[in-house]
């Protein structure tokens, strides 16, 4: 055991990041190292990187730079997307010492545990495209408040042009089908009510699989499960949204009124240059006759803007689609050019001060639609997960469409499920009258 060694741990990107940081971490809490804050001093240092954007890889490099200034012995282990596509660039940071890829990442508590063996290796990285079967992650549980997360697929066979995930994440591999759902069957005996599957693309599950299984067969399958009464999608394409799956989320309670769209834009020309597979009217049909089907849907969304060639007239269209399906939440995001993507080949690039001001817009009529989606269920019953109960003696949790709800009332604790009505808006947050 390794009671006196101490571990700090730093995650940045997606929740698939932090499922994956949950799993280094369980293995190395279990042979008794000690888990401490990253601005504490530290045998190790773990930084679980994302490579999303130039910000992403940016962050990374300033988080590792700072980590040996508490204990110029520790070690310090990068791993995540941005140490698989750009190891090179981190062994030559000084205070790098390991680089670990994402085909090994669940070995980055092994490879801390034989640290005395491993001193002539300091580079973990293997082809990440050789990775043909979803790996397996020990003792891989993360929780967040009420909820909890379960990994169901890693890897994207797109290659949109902007993107550099599937240099990072490999191709598109489904976890199986019973590990799934033993995990589910857990969470649900531990007593967590809430689930959320994640993954780099949801909708691709099942489609490597030998067993004649796909997403909608899944959520079939996670809906039948005692104790579980609230299923969450951690993001879906527009094109995945289809007749069974809006049969499925209308005839099955569990299933959350809420989906966040990888909707990056909605102007066709974009769409296409984006190498995305759907166009405007596509997304406009399918979230409406999602909204049309079920009650009180609500969508947020991820949105690229400035994207190369992207006019005013383009950016414009986006805007006016957005308008008219109503999102309560957009993540606005200034196209981010990467490394060996087909993007980074393209002409026309948007002026960085005129990519501000769309973020600027657009985020702004984000915060208007947000606005206007809440203000409507003023007067309204809503279901409420508790989350939370903080210092100012409010508890906080969402409802079932995701919009955050601040309650009072006698009786309440952290992980109760309670019908209320919304009395009003304050900052943002609906206010209940329990």
Do not use: W
Request: glycine fraction near 6%.
């Amino acid at each position: 055991m390794n009671s006196n060694k101490r571990v700090a741990f730093y995650t940045l990107g997606c929740k698939v990041n932090h499922y994956e940081t949950e799993s280094i971490k369980n293995k190395l809490l279990k042979e008794g190292y000690e888990e401490v804050q990253f601005d504490e001093e530290a045998d190790f240092y773990i930084v679980n990187s994302c490579t999303v954007t130039s910000v992403a890889d940016r962050k990374t490099r300033n988080i590792l730079r700072r980590t040996k200034k508490l204990n110029k012995s520790a070690k310090v282990i990068v791993t995540g997307c941005y140490a698989q596509t750009n190891e090179k660039d981190l062994l030559k940071i000084e205070e790098v010492d390991y680089v670990v890829g994402n085909s090994n990442k669940g070995e980055v508590a092994e490879i801390i545990l034989n640290i005395d063996k491993n001193e002539e290796q300091h580079n973990y990285v293997l082809n990440i495209f050789d990775d043909s079967k979803y790996r397996e992650l020990q003792f891989s549980t993360f929780r967040e408040m009420s909820r909890a997360y379960i990994k169901i697929q890693d890897g994207c066979n797109n290659f949109c042009s902007y993107c550099k995930i599937p240099f990072g994440r490999g191709k598109s591999r489904s976890r199986e089908f019973e590990n799934i759902i033993l995990e589910a069957n857990k969470l649900s005996e531990e007593g967590y009510k809430e689930i959320i599957l994640i993954g780099i693309n949801l909708g691709d599950y099942g489609k490597d699989l030998k067993e004649d299984v796909d997403f909608e067969d899944l959520l079939e399958a996670l809906v039948k499960i005692n104790g579980i009464e609230r299923i969450r999608i951690g993001s879906v394409y527009p094109d995945r949204i289809t007749d069974r799956f809006i049969e499925i989320m209308k005839n099955n309670k569990k299933m959350m009124p809420h989906l966040h769209i990888s909707l990056q834009s909605c102007d066709d020309e974009i769409l296409k240059k984006m190498k995305r597979n759907y166009g405007s009217n596509l997304i406009k049909e399918r979230l409406t006759k999602l909204k049309e089907n079920i009650k009180y849907m609500e969508y947020t969304a991820d949105v690229i803007v400035g994207f190369p060639g992207e006019t005013d007239k383009m950016y414009q269209n986006t805007k006016e689609i957005i308008e008219e399906i109503g999102f309560s939440s957009l993540h606005v995001f200034p196209y981010s050019e990467r490394e060996n993507t087909l993007a980074a080949t393209y002409k026309d690039k948007v002026d960085s001060k005129e990519k501000k001001l769309r973020v600027g817009d657009l985020e702004k009529e984000s915060k208007r639609l947000g606005e206007d989606i809440r203000n409507k269920y003023i007067g309204k019953k809503l279901t409420v997960l508790i989350e939370e109960k903080k210092s100012d003696g409010f508890f906080y949790g969402y409802s079932e469409n995701y919009l955050r709800v601040k309650l009072l009332g006698d009786n309440l604790k952290v992980n109760d499920e309670v019908q209320v009505i919304i009395k009003g808006l304050e900052k943002g947050l609906l206010i209940s009258g329990y």
